[in-house]
């Protein structure tokens, strides 16, 4: 992988005016958007079949001023969630983005929904930690999985090229810093070489590579990486060797409630609903209300770096509507036991320890107190027999520093200036979580790949029609 300086011609096998790097949900969205400009493009991917990150995740895109909220009774606005995200960084976050990425959202979902038949619903019962309102919104299934098998599909429908085991090992730029084309390399070592543009990076971060995540995440080197090995950070070090601007390269997204060994994603509903985390110890270590991202540090810092979930029968029937949580159940990772001894016995660990947990969320709901990490206990969501527990780690998913893009999606320069014809979106760009792991608010993720993805794919489209516009008029046409 490296920059090619290019000549100024147009020695390539193919030549198209549009190339996007990456067919997980960010790729597939900004296709989707250039295709309804009637921009000639192909997607590469470098897998055989398209996952990403996407594929991974829960599929949870969050969206302000929907029809799905209005639906459910929900008051909601993009400046609502602009405020929320913000207030989860920090304020770190370019907040010309931020509010950038609420106004569209609601507009991307329901364009995504009624144009491309994407079956989404709002997810209801609890509020993940840091939103205000009910804005999450899934597909069925509530899987990634699901989710990109419709995308895939509604870019079939619309005749998009996605050319799959298609790596791409460099990009060629002329002087100008202008993207001149790509080359790809196949399974069986033979290259072609695309013309193009434009071309829109969306290829996700850096967190299946150990050495970037050593460099730039150093307190979860050591962490299980559940992500997509693709995310070998090329975006990063493309744009770097660029000139591009580089953007808050130690956020990430973490997550502290990974099924181990079954490495199986439960949902952070459990604690949301209710549940509790303990250590080995049979002692809580944090507020579950936090958020699950800067969790994964604080699950990693216990005892052989494992925590185990409690949570009641009323809390698993719940939870049985995700997808995930049901493959871990039916996988054994959930036991249940009829009492705290049964259950300190079990999980090998001190029953004093684990019923002076129990007794504490008691007291605090009878004082009506915070405990000691802020977290407050409501009578109708205090644990009662029969108990279940699922043993979890933390992890690292992708990271959410990258490429600096304006709201147009357009990479810039160290200078603040745009690079030519070079835009990004998703895990290749800077996201809106802050400088580290504690600003991710459930769901940034899908949010910067979904929406910025047809931002850029719609912004692509309209720099090319705006660059031919004098051609198509001086021809005639």
Known sequence: MGIVTFRDDDAFDVQLP???????????VAALAAHECGIEHVVLERDALPRGSTFMS????????TRFQAEKGVEDSAERMAADI???????ADPAIVQALADYSGRVVEWLADTHGIPFELVEGFLYPGHSRMRMHATPRRTGEELMGCLLNAAEAAGIDVLTQARVVDLHVD????VRGVTLERPDGSRESIGCDALILACNGYGGNPELVARYIPSLKEALYYGHEGNQGDALLWGEAMGASLKDLAACQGHGSLATPHQTLISWALMMRGGIQVNREGRRFSSEHGGYSEQAARVLAQPGGIAWNLFDARIHEAALEFEDYRNAHEAGAVRTFDSLPAMAEGLGMPLAALQASFEEMHALVERGEPDAFGRIFSPETLLAPPYHAIRVTGALFHTQGGLEVDTRARVLREDGAPLPNLFAAGGAARGVSGSGDSGYLSGNGLLSAVVMGAIAGREAARELLRVMAPADTASGK
Not at 18 to 28: D, H, P, R, T
Not at 58 to 65: E, K, L, Q, V
Not at 86 to 92: D, L, S, T, V, W
């Open 18 to 28: 549009l190339v996007i790097i990456g067919a997980g949900a960010c790729g597939l």
């Open 175 to 178: 002087a100008e810093r202008r």
């Open 86 to 92: 913000q207030a989860k960084n920090g304020g770190e």
């Open 58 to 65: 829960s599929g949870f895109i969050p969206a302000a001023g």
